[in-house]
């Protein structure tokens, strides 16, 4: 049978209307394909009932049942029709339990579940509120041909009525090869769905009142390259709503690809430049767009064009992102440094920028900062200058900005200023004054910022910037600031992520190099959480006792490693991975007991195991339990929220609407394992994901505070001994509390009330209160050209599939391993329209290809982003030029280089440099 919990869902599904009448509006151009109306008494018009199903009957103008176990199945009588892009299905049920429904579909008879497959099908959630609804699916089954039979499972849990289920197309039209659509005159053929309300050409614009946030804007059918237009460009005004989405089916590939952008919903005609490269479906041909303009109903919207591009387009379009101070901390009298991140969202290079700052009365406008000369459509800008207040308060700065060609934009932020507390002069970071919680907080702390380039892709985000700056994470100094931060607001240790692959450890600077070298550690415990997100077959038998021997002999001993019951705690990430590596639940339960064993040998009392994930329900949690688990958690809790959302765009108040809900269903399935309640700290991963982000807006202080409070109250009733908290600064995920610059502290004093008894606490100090600072790693000189000079010095490159690799004499010397060496550049930052040329002076034992390859912002490196040329084997050092502007794909910003020197295994190389210009 097929496993609903491993599939993801490969359609547009919407909820269209209430009742049990049939949808009155539907267009007249459409067609009825299939039909099947429960409307005669003990007929099932040929569907016949599965597993997991009782009560099953036809009564009452419905197919009737009742759920018993976890896969229900109805199976659909044979039929053929034709699979088109544009067909959709309608399902009318009634439910009387929230849940989920599925249909899989197949084009043949044969195989092993009679053609169904876990590809060819659909999900969609269903309202328990035991009254009819009309569910619309949009399956894109169209790379099946035909489609000769359905199977419907109904939700796995409650009764259900099913009323009927139909397939409609629209009517057909030519496929068209349009890419570009100006709506001056008419619709151009994009038809809206559910047709509830349809646009009209006014003032050269589509315009409709939406009255469903589900309403979709839908293309004629399309055969357009993807490979070669990797953008949607859409002139559109919506006067409500947070984010609008795009759709979009290829020729090959089932199901649809979807990603949201950002409005500004301020009923003006914006540009947005959407990037879709990056999509799974953005493959073979572009066969369907379609554009949800917007998250709300009652929304006015005015769409003046699309046009599916190669690159950005449109005028430039200045945005102010972000103003306001990105010290987190502002002290009255010290200079601040105010930022202003601007972007430009046209398609055209901004120029001649003039960014102007006013102050009040009180505040100082000091020399220095940095501008802005010009503003790409692929690169944002900083901006800063530097203030000083003369008196505690807030003050409101004002940044007006203007552009050659553009229309002036103006911002106001406002920037509370603090006096310094009066702290005793001392020599170090004065010593951490513990708050003790009510429970015991663990905090989870990703240990990833040890270089300048893990900071790269945060720069462009200076909301998150740290207290203690772009900090070096290997300091141990920068280590006591956060115990003292940690400790002062209640929390009793970290959790920190751990990464060990056959013995290969990795992102372990701040625990050995910081934290064990720290003055304060004493004051802050801390544990493993082994991130073992490792590839299949590494977890064996003899690794396990490998990684229970380092435990031992390296951490379970320190005075401050966290214990539980006595026995030190190891948190595991994946528990699955482990069983599906060794063969199971049995021989998983081996290695917990034999971890066990180790640690009484060695004088321990024993571990204390806790799983991080694999407890999705009662059967699951009790499989735990027999492999050795004692407790569990997680890393987030927000997935119901997002599952109700039905979107990566959602708000953090949700999330603590939910909150409540996480931890009772997971107290509920426990069977015998203790629950840890987790405490989000937000997500927003645009700096990782850029396009392809999820994003939880709204976290603010306040609302954090009010989820602390929740978890405080829901622990103190259920006896909670253990409260986990979100990740202390994951800055790339958008999950941080550590101290930062849009709102300093506020994050850990709202915890420290929700948990701590009311009290006198210490002050909150920073590293300026006391002369220290700043841990900034020291600026790092952009550049393009390497040339390997120094003997020893990679100058950054890495490498991967090359033997003897060396610096000397001027030269980057190596061998192929294999048939694909790899020299990986160091983090860069590069404007293609600005370099575009490259410059390899190289020699090589044989005729051969090298391959530069390239990331960007928008997109991976790839075989589409990159440039091979020819070299000579002779021995004989030969200069190479590239012409990269004439590359597709080599547009916006380059953050990464790969250049492949050889494709041949054996041959030796040296280059003596290389060069983008």
Request: charged residues 20%.
């Amino acid at each position: 049978m097929l496993k609903q919990s491993v599939l993801w869902i490969l359609s547009v599904c919407i909820l269209w209307s209430v009742g049990l009448a049939r949808p009155g509006s539907a267009q007249s151009a459409e067609q009825v394909l299939v039909e099947w109306q429960f409307d005669t008494e003990n007929d099932l018009r040929g569907w016949v009932a599965g597993g997991h199903l009782a009560d099953v009957q036809v009564r009452d103008g419905a197919f009737s049942g009742r759920a018993t176990d976890w896969d229900p199945i109805l199976l659909g009588p044979v039929f053929e029709i034709a699979a088109t892009p544009t067909q959709r299905i309608e399902i009318t049920l009634r439910c009387t339990e929230e849940s989920r429904a599925e249909l899989f579909w197949t084009e043949t008879l044969e195989g092993k579940f009679g053609g169904f497959s876990q590809e060819k099908y659909a999900s969609f959630a269903v309202v328990g509120d035991g009254q009819f609804h009309v569910y619309q699916l949009r399956p894109f089954w169209h790379a099946a041909g035909k489609i000769v039979r359905l199977r419907f499972d109904p939700p796995n849990k409650g009764r259900f009525d099913w009323a009927g289920l139909r397939i409609v197309d629209r009517a057909k039209a030519a496929v068209s090869d349009e890419q570009a659509w100006q709506f001056a005159t008419s619709p151009g053929g994009w038809q809206t769905e559910p047709p509830t309300s349809e646009p009209s050409v006014q003032d050269g614009a589509l315009q409709w009142a939406v009255d469903s946030p589900d309403t979709i804007l839908w293309s004629p059918p399309l055969r357009v390259a993807t490979q070669e237009n990797s953008w949607l460009s859409l002139q559109m005004a919506a006067t409500a709503g947070t984010t609008g989405r795009i759709h979009c089916a290829s020729s090959k590939r089932y199901g649809s690809g979807n990603v949201e952008f950002r409005l500004r919903p301020d009923g003006q005609m914006r540009t947005y430049n959407i990037f879709l490269g990056s999509l799974s479906v953005w493959r073979d041909d572009l066969v369907l767009v379609g554009l949800q303009p917007t998250d709300q109903a009652g929304v006015t919207v005015r769409v003046k064009s699309v046009e599916i591009a190669d690159q950005p387009l449109g005028a430039p379009e200045l945005e102010v992102e972000f103003l306001g101070s990105t010290a987190g901390v502002n002290r009255v009298g010290r200079p601040v440094e105010v930022s202003a991140l601007v972007r430009n969202l046209g398609g055209q290079t901004a120029e001649n920028i003039v960014a102007a700052l006013r102050v009040p009365d009180g505040v100082q406008l000091l020399p220095g900062g940095q501008q802005a000369d010009r503003i790409s459509p692929w690169l944002p800008q900083t901006i800063t200058w530097q203030i000083k207040a003369s008196q505690p308060g807030p003050a409101t700065v004002e940044l007006q900005l203007q552009a050659a060609g553009t229309p002036p934009t103006s911002c106001r932020a406002t920037i509370e200023f603090t006096p310094s507390p009066q702290i005793p002069t001392t020599d170090y970071i004065p010593p951490p004054q513990p708050v003790q919680a009510n429970v015991d907080l663990g905090v989870f702390y990703f240990p990833g910022w040890g270089s300048p380039s893990r900071w790269q892709p945060i720069l462009d985000f200076p909301k998150r910037k740290p207290v203690l700056g772009w900090y070096d994470e290997s300091n141990p100094e920068c280590a006591d600031w956060q115990i003292k931060w940690a400790v002062e607001h209640g929390v009793t240790f970290f959790m920190v992520d751990w990464y060990w692959l056959r013995g290969q450890r990795h992102l372990e600077h701040w625990l050995h190099e910081a934290y064990q070298k720290a003055r304060f550690r004493s004051q802050l415990q801390w544990c493993v959480m082994w991130a073992n997100h490792n590839p299949p077959n590494t977890h064996s038998r003899e690794d396990w006792r490998n990684v229970t021997q380092y435990w031992i002999d390296h951490y379970f001993k320190m005075p401050e490693y966290y214990r539980i019951d006595g026995r030190p705690a190891v948190f595991i990430w994946a528990p699955r991975n482990i069983r599906n590596d060794v063969g199971g639940s049995e021989q998983a339960a081996e290695l917990y007991a034999m971890s066990q064993q180790m640690a009484r040998d060695a004088g321990l009392p024993g571990i204390y195991f806790a799983a991080m994930s694999s407890h999705e329900s009662v059967a699951a949690c009790q499989q735990l339990k027999t492999e050795g688990y004692e407790a569990f958690t997680s890393y987030h809790g927000f997935q119901l929220a997002e599952s109700r959302a039905g979107s990566k765009y959602f708000g953090f108040d949700k999330v603590v609407e939910t909150a409540g809900e996480v931890w009772q269903q997971a107290d509920e399935r426990a069977a015998g394992l203790q629950y840890f309640p987790i405490v989000d700290t937000g997500w927003a991963s645009e700096p990782w994901h850029r396009s392809e982000a999820r994003v939880i807006s709204g976290r603010t202080p306040e609302l954090f505070g009010q989820l602390c409070r929740q978890a405080a109250d829901y622990a103190a009733r259920q006896g909670k001994k253990i409260v986990a908290v979100g990740p202390w600064n994951e800055w790339g995920e958008g999950s941080y509390i550590e101290p930062y610059a849009e709102y300093g502290f506020d994050d850990l004093n709202q915890m420290r009330e929700a948990f701590c008894n009311p009290g006198t606490w210490p002050p909150n100090v920073i590293p300026s209160d006391v002369g220290r600072g700043p841990y900034d790693f020291p600026p790092q000189p952009a550049t393009t050209r390497w040339t390997f000079d120094k003997d020893g010095d990679l100058e950054g490159w890495t490498h991967n599939s090359v033997a003897r690799v060396r610096v000397s004499d001027g030269l980057l010397l190596g061998q192929s391993a294999g048939s694909d060496p790899v020299l990986q550049a160091p983090s860069v930052m590069i404007e293609a329209d600005r370099l575009r040329t490259l410059v390899v002076r190289m020699r090589s034992d044989a005729d051969d290809h090298p391959q530069l390859f390239w990331g960007t912002t928008m997109a991976g490196q790839s075989e589409a982003n990159s440039a091979r040329f020819a070299v000579t084997g002779d021995g004989q050092l030969r200069e190479y030029v590239v012409d990269l502007g004439g590359v597709r794909t080599w547009r916006g910003v380059i953050t990464s280089l790969r250049f492949d020197p050889v494709n041949k295994p054996g041959v030796q190389f040296a280059i003596d440099s290389i060069e983008v210009r």
